[in-house]
């Protein structure tokens, strides 16, 4: 099936006017959770290479890519340019953005970390105030909800092959409705909802200032202004001490205040706000990395489980209402139970 896929899209790239690339160069550059996979291609001028995304119908549907990709690029934020299209088969010949992600230059040198995520904090800012979000959909209850669901079935089910009481659920219960009603009490802006070091691309070499590009923005909607914030300070993919990312966070809080930004005035209740919008996002996570895993084959996305696990450990201890989860937790990581829980 891939090598069908390949050569449609060989053939429909000789088929574009102008020729702006070299079929015959095509080389795998990247997959991801989805279904979508991209390939980089040599340009017939010889000026660097274009990015052709392969998104298979009818699993993925490259419209929401090209819509969004459009309000990016109208509020001035550097989303790749779109140079060919053919929605129906699904091809995308994009700007090349390079192949340096965030987590790449932070690997490679971690001392970037503080310029890098301040960096990250203006453009979120900036994206949030500019970019027109009236055209998306909200990030509605239903929706905020069902991702959660994904925890009870596939990582309570299929990774840990437990089942929770009615006591444990209507616990878990409770908890996913506090996250829902924290996240629709928040100020809606424009979300990307996949925020993180994986998706924010950097120019090589150590600059001044920092362009990133933006890329997997294809699922983005109206909704919580912490949701990018939890997305980045409490990615699954890297770990920075809580002083720092609290810093970080008070420092987009101060420049979303100035921006106009619909955030409280309150730095408190703006944190306890990021916490309920993480505990709602890692929760999603644990049951959609087990999904990867067991519907998808995706196994290397169990090595993340534990980073997220901490953070949810973290949030939940800090407010009474959701420390049962710690406790649901523990039963289902095979932790011994601590005496003294109270509830």
Known sequence: MNALRQELIKEWLDQLPGQPCLSDTLQAASSDASFRRYF??????????????????????????????????QAGIHAPEILAANPEQGF???????????????EEDRSRGDAIY????????????????????????????????????????AHCKMELT????????NIKALCIESALSEGQV????D?????????????????????????????????????????????????????????????ARKQGLPVPEDASVFYRQVDFMGLQRHIKILGIFARLNYRDGKAQYLNDLHQVLAYVRVAAGRYSATKPLIYILDKLEGRGIEVGYTF
Do not use: C
């Open 92 to 106: 995308l010949l994009l700007e090349d953005l390079g192949n340096l992600t965030l987590l790449q230059a932070l």
């Open 195 to 255: 925020y993180h070091s994986r998706n924010l691309m950097l120019p090589q070499g150590v600059q001044p200032q920092l362009d990133f590009g933006v890329i997997d923005f294809q699922d983005a909607v109206k909704g919580p202004i912490t949701y990018d914030l939890v997305s980045i300070l409490r990615d699954a993919y890297i770990e920075w001490p809580e002083d720092e990312t609290l810093d970080w966070a008070i420092r987009f809080w101060e420049q």
């Open 40 to 73: 980089r291609v040599a340009r017939t001028d010889g000026a660097g290479h274009l990015i052709v995304m392969d998104a298979p119908p009818p699993q993925e549907d490259v419209r929401p890519f090209i819509r969004v990709d459009e309000l990016l690029r």
């Open 166 to 173: 009615a006591q444990e659920q209507q616990w878990l219960d």
């Open 118 to 157: 301040r960096q990250a904090m203006s453009l979120l800012v900036n994206m949030q105030a500019k970019v027109d979000a009236s055209s998306l959909p909200a990030y509605s209850a239903e929706k905020l909800r069902a991702e959660m669901d994904l925890f009870d079935e596939w990582f309570v089910k």
């Open 190 to 193: 424009f979300v990307h909802r």
